[in-house]
């Protein structure tokens, strides 16, 4: 029995571009923008998105993706 990842999305032959190498490497990327953010900033950056009411769709460092979707209204809690 082999592991398979479900999911390779990123950085490895996919075409992203790449964050820019520094002293503070930015670790998260916003795909909406194709801007990369630093897992401290990113949360600022969605709420920018949340109050624009924008779809937001984060990579995070650990390789997952969320998709937020400000652009709908939330779904009605019971
Ligand atoms: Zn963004």
Do not use: Q
């Not at 998105?49 to 390789?63: A, L, P, Q, T, V």
Request: hydrophobic share 30%.
């Amino acid at each position: 029995m082999g592991e398979k990842e479900e999911r390779v999305m990123g950085f490895e032959g996919m075409g992203h571009n790449l964050p820019p190498a520094g002293k503070h490497e930015p670790d998260c990327l916003c795909i909406t923008c194709g801007a990369w953010f630093h897992h401290l900033g990113i949360m600022s950056h969605r709420a920018a998105h949340r109050r624009r009411k924008e779809r937001c769709e984060i990579e995070f460092s650990d390789g997952r993706v969320v998709d937020y979707r400000f652009d709908r209204p939330a779904p009605a809690r019971p």
